[in-house]
């Protein structure tokens, strides 16, 4: 779920499934593209369905909770003689690359979404994305009949011009072993975002009393693992922005960036400590010892808490223990505390059935489809809310009421991922991983990092 470049100008205004909008302004929560400069618009909205057989490509992502959509095809051809859907996949790794590859060779998908490290900043900003807005007027959608809220359209609409429909929306959640809190006599953390005494500090005090550190792999475990969101973006949640404010006016592109601040460095020394200090988290080396190269520790039952996407969430039913759903805790920003991560359908521009291609969005946003969607793909978290209902009751084990609590706060607390936002990300992201590792094994200082880090994020920035 990750990941973006720019020439127009850009502001992200994220709001809420349920409804709650979050100002754009200081510390608030996410940014909506409502404050891009439109593109030209294309000539491909005007060919219209002719009635004959056509036939779409769907570009998606190679992974189970991605490629199910390929069970959809017949009810939908079904009900759509005249439109025939073809899958084209990636590996995550190759997402970004093989889709140039086909933009280039003048094989563009019709459908696609930010599956790999780009994101709607990026795709945008090369100017790969249809502009909908004489499609849906024909059309005559509205988002409320697919029960999509408004302001989660606002998201990719730009100065009033829709591109991309959102289909998944993905938040930031704890998940906790219930059967490491209570072999440790400790109380279950709380699901409701206003619960004022769960904190980070409370959470690393819990953590402390789930730990137990032993020379024998096999006994060790740790309290928490807190992955908070892209290694750039952590500092925000404890109320330090790394980002010029005019990043999010300037396409995604900062005038200035603080990773080498005082104020900065010390969000990250708090974050290392819990792993060189506190020791209440892994490093990344017992993670991959205990659960493999690609592996989540926390499926082993070896950790107690981990913060984390709520794709997380999708194999919580398989999970050989009893599992708990809770709120991310409060680490010193009173207006965010949740990552969103929310995945839109767009038609790109090289699409030469864009119409068909909107049909084909509307099923797959629609009330029945999203529904079904969440058990065919193990877990999907439905942008329409009325199948969210149903997401809720997904999880084995876990109170559904929980579930709705958790995202209803995560939305509330929430601010858009910042790499759907920034320009060059992946570069920075792959940047900023080789860079901290030292820090992580113990062979480095944050002070001794941060500098570089500086220094390389403002020249990718300046590319």
């Excluded at 900065?264 to 290392?272: E, M, P, S």
């Excluded at 209902?389 to 876990?398: L, S």
Aim: glycine share 8%.
């Amino acid at each position: 779920m990750k990941k973006r470049r720019i020439k127009k100008t850009f502001a992200l205004l994220l709001a809420s499934s349920m409804l709650v909008v979050l100002a754009l302004s200081g510390c608030s929560g996410g940014k909506s593209a409502g404050d891009v400069a439109p593109g030209n618009d294309s000539d491909s909205t005007k060919s219209g369905s002719s009635g004959e057989q056509v036939t779409i490509t769907h570009y998606t992502m190679d992974s189970e909770d991605r490629t199910f959509i390929e069970k959809l095809v017949p009810d939908f051809e079904a009900k759509h003689p005249n439109i025939k859907v073809r899958i084209e996949k990636a590996p995550y790794e190759q997402f970004d690359s093989k889709l140039q590859t086909l933009i280039a060779g003048g094989k563009s998908p019709d459908v696609t979404s930010h599956y790999g490290y780009g994101g709607f900043a990026e795709y945008f900003n090369k100017d790969m994305l249809l502009d909908m807005n004489d499609i849906i007027k024909e059309d005559g959608f509205k988002a409320a009949d697919y029960n999509i809220p408004e302001d989660l359209m606002k998201i990719y609409t730009v100065k009033d011009h829709v591109y991309g429909i959102p289909v998944n929306m993905y938040v930031t959640l704890m998940l906790y072993n219930k059967d490491m809190f209570d072999a440790a006599n400790v109380p279950y953390p709380p699901s409701d975002y206003e619960d004022k005494s769960w904190t980070f500090d409370k959470m690393v005090e819990d953590a402390k009393k789930l730990t137990h550190v032993s020379d024998d792999i096999a006994k060790t475990q740790y309290g928490v693992d807190f992955t908070w969101s892209e290694r750039d973006m952590r500092p925000l949640y404890f109320g330090v922005e790394p980002y010029s404010q005019d990043t999010w006016t300037n396409g995604g592109v900062p005038s200035e960036t603080h990773f080498d601040s005082p104020e900065v460095i010390a969000t990250y020394n708090k974050l290392f400590n819990l792993i060189l200090k506190d020791k209440v988290s892994p490093t990344t080396e017992w993670s991959k010892s205990v659960a493999g190269q690609n592996g989540d520790a926390f499926v082993t039952g070896k950790l107690g808490m981990t913060v984390s996407g709520s794709w997380s969430l999708a194999g919580s039913n398989d999970f050989p223990f009893k599992v708990g759903v809770a709120a991310v805790p409060a680490g010193g920003n009173d207006k965010i505390r949740s990552v969103l991560f929310v995945d839109p359908l767009l038609i790109l521009k090289g699409s030469k059935h864009p119409k068909e291609a909107f049909e084909w969005i509307k099923y797959l946003v629609s009330e029945e489809v999203q529904e079904k969607s969440i058990d065919l793909s193990g877990g999907n978290p439905p942008v329409n809310t009325k199948a969210a209902e149903a997401y809720y009751k997904h999880f084995d084990g876990i109170d559904p009421e929980d579930v709705k609590k958790v995202y209803e706060g995560a939305v509330k607390y929430g601010f858009e991922s910042y790499n759907h936002l920034i320009t060059n990300y992946s570069q920075i992201n792959d940047m900023f991983i080789n860079e901290m590792q030292p820090i992580d094994t113990g062979h480095k200082t944050v002070e001794e990092v941060m500098p570089t880090i500086q220094k390389k994020v403002m020249e990718i920035i300046k590319r």
